[in-house]
């Protein structure tokens, strides 16, 4: 990552990530808006017990099994540490 960007994690758990609300409205805007790509990146979270073996989605996403639920501040600390790491 270049320049500056928006850091966006989705959180699951035992939920396909076409069951999220958030990523059907991530899909529509980033259709709609596909510039908006390169200023965000998105991070898929997943705190089920058992990881996903493909993440098909519409948009560019970085998966990331939990291995645990560790809840929302779980991800929300991957999210920053990968912020932090990738100087964004």
Known sequence: MSKSQIVAVV????????????????GTVFAS?????????????????????QVDLSFPC?????????????AYNYAMEFAEAAAI
């Open 33 to 53: 808006y596909p510039e908006l790509l390169d200023s965000m990146q998105v991070i898929l979270f997943d705190n089920s017990p058992k990881a996903l073996e």
């Open 62 to 74: 970085k998966y990331h099994h939990g291995g645990r639920n560790v809840g929302t501040s779980g």
């Open 11 to 26: 959180v699951l758990y035992k939920r396909l990530p076409e069951q999220s609300q958030t990523i059907e409205s991530l």
